[in-house]
């Protein structure tokens, strides 16, 4: 892959740039104050970091069913900035700024300068800033789940870093690119999945055309796979730090607990009963026996009896919706009058 594009005419990086930032303001005025549902679901992402900030430990104080990464993320910009919607607008549209930036560089290498704007252009008036039903939380300022932006951000980076190896042969970008991917872990199973497959399609693809000898292979392999374990590692260990170690790992893991558990738990069996019926649903000749007997035998005991079956009770009929109102506010009184 070319690294250095050759530009069709002087300044068209900068050109390139003015139009990804143009489209870019006028889609951030456009949506102005309508990215998030605060009622709906979003206001999760703001309640859990604030907790964070007041000393409450995620997981052991605070349900929550994703990795810790997003979450301790927003914390420390809560704890930088302050505890503000605002504080999470800001970061994250600087983190926009930042996938944009990726993304660019990605399409650019793989394609060139045009198709790279253009890519750019269709991802920030479609998606980032997108607000297409009826809620909001479903774009990139004010997501619904922040474990899916930081996911996309870090996957990208690790890309990147993949295809910067394939250029430079520099042992350090294969174990960043899988410590990238080792914080990917803690965000979302869905986005690990489809990063970690980008990373061995990647990397196996590389070192089967270059013919790498076996045991050089090998050391690249555990360099990537090195970075990938690192961060779940300590995630892990920083958490059994403040409470046990079975809920440390079920935190570190986060969604993975869910995403492995695919069959439902089986129903404890029930005890069968015998049928009071017959096949046509009319009680069968021993149960209408039964019933009799029970009856006589209660009429001739001395004094009053106590029935413990459910009374039956006749509905009326229902009656039209007009004269259904007018009894009611006959029965309830003048003050009913004012509520039809």
Request: with cysteine.
């Amino acid at each position: 892959m070319d690294s250095a594009p050759r530009e069709a005419f002087p300044g068209e990086r900068w050109v390139a740039v003015a139009v990804l930032v143009l489209v870019g303001v006028v889609m951030l005025v456009v949506s102005w104050g309508r990215w998030p549902d605060v009622l709906i679901d979003f206001g999760r992402e703001l309640y859990v970091p604030w907790q964070l900030t007041q000393g409450k430990r995620l997981y052991a104080d605070l349900a929550y069913l994703f990795g810790p990464l997003s979450p301790s993320l927003n914390a420390l910009w809560f704890r930088m900035f302050g505890v503000s919607l605002r504080t999470l607008v800001w970061c994250n549209l600087a983190l926009l700024s930042l996938v944009v930036a990726l993304l660019y560089r990605l399409l650019q290498l793989v394609g060139n300068r045009a198709s790279a704007v253009l890519a750019c252009v269709v991802f920030l008036t479609v998606f980032a800033f997108a607000h297409l039903v009826g809620i909001g939380n479903y774009n990139f300022i004010c997501p619904y789940a922040h474990e899916l932006t930081h996911g996309l951000l870090l996957s990208l980076t690790a890309i990147l870093l993949l295809a910067r190896y394939q250029q430079t042969h520099a042992r350090w970008t294969l174990a960043a690119a899988g410590l990238t991917v080792g914080l990917v872990f803690l965000t979302k199973p869905e986005v690990f999945t489809a990063a970690a497959l980008a990373l061995i399609t990647g990397l196996t693809v590389t070192l089967w055309v270059e013919q790498t000898p076996f045991p050089t292979a090998v050391r690249r392999w555990g360099l990537m796979l090195g970075g990938v374990v690192l961060p779940p590692l300590l995630a892990w260990g920083w958490f059994s730090l403040q409470m046990p170690m079975a809920t440390a790992l079920g935190g570190t893991l986060g969604g993975w607990r869910w995403a492995l558990r695919s069959t439902p738990r089986p129903r404890a069996a029930r005890s069968p009963r015998r049928s009071t019926r017959t096949s046509t649903g009319v009680p069968s000749t021993a149960t209408r026996r039964s019933r009799t007997s029970s009856s006589a035998a209660a009429s001739s005991t001395d004094g009053p009896t106590m029935s413990l079956a459910k009374p039956h009770t006749t509905w009326p009929r229902t009656r039209s919706s007009a004269g259904s109102r007018a009894a009611w506010r006959r029965d309830r009184g003048p003050w009913a009058t004012g509520l039809s």
